[in-house]
């Protein structure tokens, strides 16, 4: 069954939905055909009811998309080309996360250099320790879009980890 048509399904490329921990908010990517717009959509349900969709607050200026939740809701993982200290548009995507604030999301912050390569990191998915997942094509790969780990230590993620041959394959 179509999830929300006309509201979330319309011609537009609508993908990559996150659902927060309570069911009660939703994130998505929405991108344009000719991928020259690509920005994430937040959606709040209450009584029972979905509201309007709209740009999330901290999305809308740079291509941002693969939206996840941390299991506790508090904050969010995605990927963006958003520009580093002002410079300009990264030519790869890097993931990024936002903080839950009382008032809403926070200032979004790049995972830094030990998560994100001058490759691709993209798909974050998150356990409930914290280990972080993605996929990158990253040079030492075995193909063109691995998964890696990276576990959370007092804080910090690790160097991440390819997960080798029993999960990636060439292809």
Known sequence: EIFAPGIISTPMNAAKIAFSPGGKEILFRLMNHDHSFMTLVHMEQKKGIWGKPEVAPFSGQYPDGEPFYSPDGSRLFFT??????????????????????????????????????????????????????????????????????????????SRPENLGDGINTPF
């Open 80 to 157: 963006s080309n958003r520009p580093l200290n002002g410079q300009t548009m990264k030519k790869d995507f890097d993931i990024w996360a936002v903080q839950r604030k009382p008032t809403g999301w926070g200032i979004p912050e790049n995972l830094g250099l030990v998560i994100n390569s001058d490759r691709n990191e993209v798909d974050p998915a998150v356990s409930k320790n914290g280990t972080l997942y993605f996929t990158s094509n990253r040079d030492g790969g075995r193909g063109n879009s691995d998964i890696y780990q990276s576990d959370l230590i007092n804080g910090q993620y």
